[in-house]
């Protein structure tokens, strides 16, 4: 190989990207600042490893991710090891076993990179970054309108205001599948006919399956949208039992957000709606950002190690950053060589960054410095040029 053929040293691997200044400060500041709001309402913080035994990494809700998971041989322990595709499992497992015998529940935050085999359509990335709260060993509705609603503090923290939080059921369609006891083809159709929204098709084959689920799942694909219509279809419905339960939790899950939400949040809730994680087993939630900024946090209801009951939201910094209003970059000063070190002191107390001149070559404009020393202050380059 020559030269010429040599690879090219910036190129990575398909889904990977460096993130350089500002956009790195950026992100470092934002997800601090959502993780202060986590400290805040009691949230400690856990650092789980990157890479953990596969046998541990995928137990539990871990086992939801394993097709997202890499995988590779420890070298030491002759194991295979996973590179995490989720935090949560890692903090369940941590709640589970390290912090077993504290007190329930169990508040516990992270922040942290994860890593996937593919990413998706609309977000090919495959190493993102994640920032979240779990709450384990609480089962009551307040539990899941609490971590729902630190997630919403937190965007409103870093300058993200009028999300919309979108409530699904993914047990909801399971349960009536089950309860009209349709056959494994026939429901398998009605389960992609749900997923894709199509209403005639689902009015179609329900009718098929029979009376219990021709009565019940047309009018709940159309009762997504804002939550008191569809809460109103669900009492209206004619449940079996199971589904009866999993629709009186959500109101009362969706009664305590109210009851503490900020004025005028946005709830929105689609009855029959089951893509997610395949470990929610209760309510699970959506945060989208106002306009077409996309979704910024996703979690739910999830059994944890120990059959702990638990509850959490993931908020995803890539993408709540571009949601946030600019931050505006941090002033730079540039210290000219022979600055005293204690204006350097000084300006960095205020807020400013400090860039000290090395040699008689450095210049203000090269560093990408806003400001100048002179006689002790800083004085922007514009003034400083007049």
Known sequence: MTADDAPNPALLPAGLSDTLPPEAEREAALVEAMMGVFAGHGYERVKPPLLEFEDSLLAGSGAAVAEQTFRLMDPVSQRMMGLRADTTPQVARIAATRLGRQARPLRLCYAGQVLRVRGSQLAPGRQLPQAGVELIGGEAPEADAEVALVAVEALARVGVTG?????????????????????????????????????????????EAGPILA???????????????????LAAADLPPAARAIADNAAA??????????????????????????????????????????????GGRYVSQNDEPATGMTLYPDAVLRAAPPAPPRPRVFLP????????????????????????????EAQRCTHLLRDGKPVPLTQHKD
Not at 215 to 233: F, I, K, M, T, Y
């Open 163 to 207: 999300p919309v939080l979108d409530i699904t059921l993914p047990t909801m369609a399971p349960a009536l599948l089950e309860a009209g006891g349709v056959p494994g083809p026939l429901a398998g159709r009605l389960a992609r006919a749900l997923d894709r929204k199509d209403a005639a098709a689902v009015a179609a084959l329900s009718g």
């Open 337 to 364: 060589l022979g600055t005293d070190p204690a204006f350097g002191r000084v300006l960095r107390r205020e807020g400013y960054a400090t860039v000290a001149a090395l040699s008689a070559a450095d210049t203000a």
């Open 215 to 233: 009565n019940v799942l047309p009018p709940l694909l159309q009762a997504a949208g804002p939550a008191e219509g569809a809460l109103a279809a």
């Open 253 to 298: 899950v969706i009664a305590a957000i109210r009851a503490r939400a900020p004025e005028g949040l946005r709830i929105t809730l689609d009855p029959v709606e089951f893509r997610g994680f395949r470990y929610h087993v209760g309510v699970a939630f959506t945060l989208y950002g106002p306009g077409a900024t996309g979704e910024l946090a996703r």
